[in-house]
């Protein structure tokens, strides 16, 4: 199992960015994915995740702002990301582990998203 996180950058405040998490070697459709991120001299904190029922969760820190999608013909995720804030600064790693499972065993090396001005 492989993933490709992808979309990070630097952006003003209040602006948008979709994140990407291509799963390569398994098929999506039997594997729950999230999003986590790390901010400089902080723990990896959960954001939001999505099951292969299409059942989300998200953070009391991005709900309303994030959204989370997956496409299973693309096995591909997405992170849609709106009104972002310079604490959303991070970087952001997607995970997967499989629908009958309960650990994210498998992870993606993290992409690079910038909020400042």
């Known amino acids: 199992v492989q993933l490709q996180a992808s979309g990070g950058g630097l952006v003003p405040p209040g602006d948008s960015l979709r994140l990407s998490c291509a799963l390569s070697?398994?098929?999506?459709?039997?594997?729950?994915i999230a999003w986590f991120r790390q901010a400089p001299g902080k723990e990896r904190d959960w954001v939001s995740c999505?099951?292969?029922?299409?059942?989300?969760h998200y953070s009391d820190s991005v709900k309303g702002r994030f959204t989370i999608s997956r496409d299973n013909a693309r096995n591909t995720v997405y992170l849609q990301m709106n009104s972002l804030k310079p604490e959303d600064t991070a970087v952001y790693y997607c995970?997967?582990?499989?629908?009958?499972?309960?650990?994210?065993?498998?992870w993606g090396q993290g992409t690079q998203v910038t909020v400042s001005s």
């Open positions: 995970a997967a582990r499989p629908s009958s499972g309960s650990v994210y065993d498998y």
């Open positions: 070697g398994v098929n999506l459709d039997y594997y729950a």
């Open positions: 999505i099951n292969s029922a299409d059942s989300t």
